[in-house]
C-alpha cells in the first residue's frame, strides 16, 4: 500500500478536523436555538463555541497552508516519544477504544446522539489519539496505517457495545420485533413448552431455529437475549476468518485488521445472522478440483437457504460458482465449461425451493401465509432520500459499496478469466436487493442487499490479494472512511427501568388474565406466556404481531377477513396488544405506508369492537376488552 506524505497527511488531518469543527458549531447552535439557550448571555456556550470556533480556523489554515503545515509539523517533529512511555500506551489505547460508546452512553451527553456532526467530531479527536497510541506501542507502524487500524478497531467495539444494553431482564419487549424472536423459535417445542402442537413460524425458520436453544432447559429472559447477542457475534463474525482463510496473510497486524473491518463492513449493512452460515460454510469447505465435496457442500447450503429468505435460494449455488470462477483452472471458456457453474446454481436454488416446499407441508400453517412478499406493494419511491432511510437505497447503496467496487477496478484482473460473469451475477444481485428493498416493509437501510454485499465482500477480497500493484492510499482511506461512518452511528447506553414498575405491570397483567373467563389473544409480548411469566392463558397461535403485519402489508384477504371476523364476534374476552391508534400518515412520515396498511387492516377493526379497559404506558401495553355498546369505529 502506498502511503501519503508527512505533509500530506498532516493537510488531510486538519482539514477534516477543520471542517468537522466548523459542522459542530452548526450543530450547536442549532441544539441552542432547539433548548432556546440565549447564547450570547451563557458563558458556557459562548466558551464551547469559542473554543469549537478557534479549533475550526486553526485546522482549516493549516489544512489549507502548506506553509503553516509545515512549521507545525517540524514543531511537532522535533518531540520524540520517550520508550518510557509504551507501557502506558496499552492502557491509553484500551480506553481510547472504548470511550466513545461510554461517552455516547452517558445520560448527560444523550443529546449527542441527535448532532451529528458533534459526534463525528468526538469519533475523529479519539481516533487521533488512538493513533498516537498505537505509534507509540508500534514505532514501525506509520501513522497513516495506525490511524486506519485504530478507527476500524474503534468502530467495532462501537457496533458490539450498541448490541450489549439488549442484554437486560427487562420482562417486556425491547421494540417491535424482539418479542416475535422470543415466540417464535418456542413453536418448534411447543409440546414441551405449551402442552400441545402449534403452526411453526411461517417467516425466517432457519433464524427461529438457531434460537431455540435457550429453551431447552427454560432459560430466563436475560439469557435469551443474551443468545441472540452471542449467536450474532459468533455467526456473523464468523465470515471474517472464514474469508482470509483462502488468502496467506502473513503480517499479523494486517490480518487482524482486515478481519476488523470486515466485521465492521457486516455490521454496518447490517447481515442477518441467520444468513452468515451460507457465506461461510463455502468459504471455509470449498476446495477447487473436489466436485463431490462442492456438491455435498451445495446440498447442505441450499437446505439451509430454504428454510431461510426466498432471495436467497440461488445463493449457495452462486457463491460456490463464484469460488470455481475464482480459483479454477479451466483454462477454456467455451459454453461447456460453464455447466459446472450453471449446475451449481440450477440444483442449489431447486433443493431450496423443495425445501420449502417441505417445510410448508410439515409446518401446519396454511400455504397461503407463505411467500406473501410477492404480492405486497413496491414503493418506489424509497430508491431516493426519504424520511424512511434519509440516504435513499440508491445513493445508500453508492455509498455503503464504492469502496469495494474501487477496489474491483483496481484489481480488475485479480478476478481471473470469468472477471466478466462475476460482474454481472453481482449486478443482478443489486437489482434483487433493490427490488426485495421496495417492498412495503423494506427500505430502512441497506439490509436486503445482503446478498450483493456478500459476493462483492467476496471479489474484493480476491481482487485485493491478487493484485500485482500496491494499493492506493486513498482508496484505503476510503475504505476505512464510508465503514467507520456507518458503523460509528450505532447508539450505545445502558438499558435501565423502574424495576418496581414493571413488575406491578406484570402483576395486573396475571390478574386481568386470572379474573378472564374466555380466550386470551397476546397480539404481542408472548414471551411472557413462552417463558411462563404470565401462568393460566392458552396460546392462541394465531394473530401474532409480526404475522399480523406481515399479512396486512401482502393484503392476504383469507388471512385479513378470519381476523376481521374474529374481532367482530369478539372471540377474545381480552386482547394485549401496544397502544393502538388509527392514525393515517403520508410519505412525509418514516414508515407511512406501514403505518396505514397496519392502521386499516389490524387497529381498525380492533378498535370497532373492543375498547381500552388498562393501559401501561411506561411498558407500552395497553388490554382491551369487548366494547360493550355495539360496533363504534375510529
Known amino acids: 500500500m502506498t502511503s501519503p506524505s508527512r505533509l500530506a497527511f498532516f493537510r488531510l488531518i486538519a482539514t477534516i478536523t477543520g471542517l468537522l469543527a466548523a459542522a459542530s458549531v452548526y450543530d450547536l447552535l442549532g441544539l441552542a436555538q432547539k433548548l432556546g439557550v440565549e447564547v450570547l448571555a451563557s458563558k458556557t456556550w459562548l466558551a464551547l463555541l469559542a473554543g469549537m470556533t478557534l479549533l475550526t480556523v486553526f485546522s482549516l489554515l493549516a489544512g489549507i497552508f502548506p506553509a503553516v503545515s509545515r512549521f507545525c509539523l517540524a514543531a511537532f517533529s522535533q518531540r520524540k516519544i520517550s520508550p518510557r512511555l509504551r507501557p502506558a500506551a496499552w492502557p491509553a489505547l484500551i480506553f481510547l477504544l472504548a470511550a466513545y460508546p461510554l461517552l455516547l452512553a452517558q445520560p448527560a451527553l444523550a443529546l449527542l446522539r441527535d448532532l451529528p456532526f458533534a459526534r463525528l467530531l468526538l469519533f475523529w479527536l479519539m481516533a487521533l489519539a488512538g493513533m498516537a497510541a498505537l505509534q507509540t506501542i508500534r514505532p514501525a507502524t506509520g501513522f497513516f496505517a495506525a490511524l486506519g487500524v485504530f478507527i476500524t478497531l474503534q468502530t467495532a467495539v462501537n457496533q458490539i457495545a450498541a448490541y450489549l444494553p439488549a442484554i437486560t431482564d427487562y420482562p417486556f419487549a425491547l421494540g417491535w420485533s424482539e418479542t416475535s424472536r422470543f415466540y417464535f423459535p418456542s413453536l418448534f417445542l411447543a409440546q414441551k413448552i405449551y402442552g400441545q402442537a402449534f403452526p411453526w413460524p411461517v417467516l425466517h425458520p432457519s433464524l427461529h431455529l438457531l434460537l431455540t436453544p435457550p429453551y431447552f432447559f427454560d432459560a430466563p429472559l436475560w439469557l435469551h437475549r443474551a443468545w441472540q447477542v452471542a449467536i450474532r457475534f459468533l455467526l456473523v463474525g464468523a465470515i471474517a476468518p472464514a474469508l482470509l482463510s ?333 397502544p393502538l391508534k388509527f392514525n393515517l400518515l403520508g410519505i412525509s412520515y418514516a414508515m407511512g405506508e406501514e403505518n396505514n396498511v397496519w392502521a386499516r387492516r389490524v387497529v381498525k377493526p380492533v378498535l370497532c369492537w373492543y375498547q381500552e379497559a388498562a393501559a401501561f404506558p411506561a411498558d407500552k401495553i395497553v388490554i382491551y376488552v369487548p366494547r360493550a355498546g355495539g360496533k363504534a369505529c375510529p
Open 246 to 578: 483462502r488468502f496467506r496473510v502473513e503480517n499479523r497486524l494486517l490480518k487482524f485488521f482486515l478481519a476488523a473491518w470486515v466485521f465492521v463492513y457486516l455490521f454496518s449493512l447490517p447481515l442477518y445472522l441467520h444468513l452468515a452460515p451460507m457465506i461461510f460454510l463455502p468459504l471455509w469447505l470449498y476446495r477447487p478440483g473436489n466436485a463431490r465435496r462442492a456438491w455435498l457442500l451445495l446440498i447442505f447450503a441450499s437446505i439451509y437457504a430454504g428454510l431461510s429468505r426466498l432471495n436467497w435460494y440461488p445463493m449457495p449455488g452462486i457463491l460456490l460458482a463464484a469460488l470455481w470462477a475464482l480459483e479454477s483452472a479451466e483454462e477454456k471458456k467455451g459454453w461447456r465449461t460453464l455447466l459446472f457453474p450453471a449446475a451449481l446454481i440450477g440444483v442449489g436454488s431447486i433443493t431450496a425451493f423443495l425445501t420449502a416446499r417441505v417445510y410448508i407441508a410439515f409446518s401446519g400453517a396454511a400455504q397461503t401465509d407463505f411467500f406473501t412478499s410477492l404480492s405486497s406493494d413496491l414503493l418506489w419511491y424509497r430508491l431516493w432520500p426519504n424520511e424512511t432511510y434519509r440516504l435513499g437505497l440508491i445513493p445508500g447503496a453508492l455509498i455503503f459499496s464504492a469502496p469495494l467496487w474501487g477496489l474491483l477496478i483496481w484489481g480488475w484482473r485479480g478476478l481471473g478469466r470469468w472477471r466478466a460473469g462475476l460482474a454481472l451475477a453481482l449486478a443482478a444481485l443489486l437489482a434483487g436487493g433493490l427490488l426485495v428493498s421496495l417492498k412495503i416493509g423494506g427500505g430502512a437501510d441497506l439490509h436486503n442487499l445482503d446478498a450483493y454485499a456478500a459476493l462483492l465482500l467476496i471479489l474484493a477480497a480476491y481482487a485485493f490479494f491478487r493484485a500485482e500493484k500496491p494499493l492506493p492510499w486513498q482508496l484505503a482511506a476510503l475504505l476505512v472512511a464510508i465503514s467507520a461512518w456507518l458503523g460509528c452511528q450505532a447508539n450505545s447506553g445502558v438499558f435501565r427501568y423502574d424495576r418496581d414498575a414493571a413488575q406491578s405491570t406484570l402483576t395486573a397483567l396475571q390478574q386481568r388474565v386470572d379474573s378472564a373467563s374466555g380466550e386470551v389473544l397476546f397480539i404481542t409480548q408472548r414471551h411472557l406466556l413462552a417463558m411462563n411469566m404470565i401462568h393460566g392463558v392458552t396460546l392462541v397461535p394465531e394473530y401474532e404481531r409480526e404475522d399480523l403485519m406481515e399479512m396486512a402489508m401482502a393484503n392476504n384477504t383469507p388471512y385479513l377477513e378470519r381476523f376481521a371476523r374474529d374481532v367482530e364476534n369478539q372471540r377474545f374476552v381480552l386482547i394485549v396488544v401496544d
